[in-house]
């Protein structure tokens, strides 16, 4: 699918790779929620001058380059494994001059694998995930099965199928920056959350001053993220998201030290 380059609020303009049936609420949502609302910058989370920032789940960019622009002399490690989204991602650091993000055209895990099975949703992109389950489960509780049927066969939850590489974050750190302190890693997964973090060795987790992640509180995400972050002296704060539906819950976790 080819991406669309649109105007967003405040003259801001981005490619952005999605179903025109899906009248491009997800990227202004992403938009509002990086650029108006700095939700990454809370709870005394910030990016100094001279930063260098992991964005895990870079989807078409607009956290790196938000990133970017923060302060002076950032640098900024994207990974995103979808093509179509990669593509895009691609076209937002060159249309914003953003030479400072390198992007790594994989997904991150625990471990290495060489091919996974990547559920895309064209029409809400930033929703594509590796465990479609996470997604898919919940809506099925919430509208039931014949709604649940027209909406992953032909409405915002149709999907496709892909295969992706996973890497772990330690392997491609000791290739590209094997020794830079880390001023803030982002994850933003679509339920591989842990999964990232699990993929991290101790000698990394020492240069590492802040982390924020959104979680799914799904099979005790949430437990093992605050306790992994825990374990290695990061005081948390779990803000939990508004307006979500019965039965839903996605947190934001803030974590520094």
Not at 8 to 19: E, S
Not at 137 to 163: K, Y
Not at 233 to 255: H, K, M, Q, R
Request: net charge negative; with cysteine.
């Amino acid at each position: 699918m080819a991406a669309v380059k649109l105007d967003l609020a405040d003259g801001f303009a981005c490619y952005a790779t999605v179903d025109p049936a899906g009248k491009y609420a997800e990227i202004n949502f992403i938009y509002d929620e990086v650029f108006t609302r700095r939700s990454y910058l809370r709870e005394g989370i910030d990016i100094p001058d001279r930063a260098l920032v992991v964005d895990v789940g870079a989807n078409v960019g607009l956290f790196s380059l938000f990133a970017s622009k923060e302060a002076a002399e950032v640098d900024v490690l994207a990974f995103e494994p979808h093509p179509a989204l990669v593509a895009a991602l691609r076209a937002n650091l060159e249309l914003h001059g953003a030479d400072r993000v390198r992007v790594f055209p994989s997904g991150l895990g625990e471990r290495a694998e060489a091919r996974v099975d990547f559920t895309f949703y064209p029409q809400l992109p930033g929703n594509s995930t590796r465990y479609r389950e996470l997604k898919e489960g919940p809506l099925l509780d919430l509208v039931g099965e014949r709604v649940f049927q027209e909406v992953t066969t032909t409405g915002a939850f149709r999907s496709e199928t892909v295969p992706v590489e996973i890497k772990r974050l330690s392997d491609v750190l000791a290739e590209v920056e094997p020794t830079r302190p880390i001023d803030l890693l982002k994850v933003d997964a679509e339920g591989a959350e842990v999964d990232v973090l699990r993929g991290l060795d101790e000698g990394d987790w020492a240069r590492i001053r802040q982390v924020v992640a959104e979680i799914q509180d799904t099979g005790g995400a949430l437990a093992a993220a605050e306790a992994l972050l825990g374990e290695r002296g990061f005081t948390v704060t779990a803000v939990l998201a508004d307006d979500l539906p019965d039965g839903i819950a996605i947190y934001t976790l803030y974590a520094s030290r």
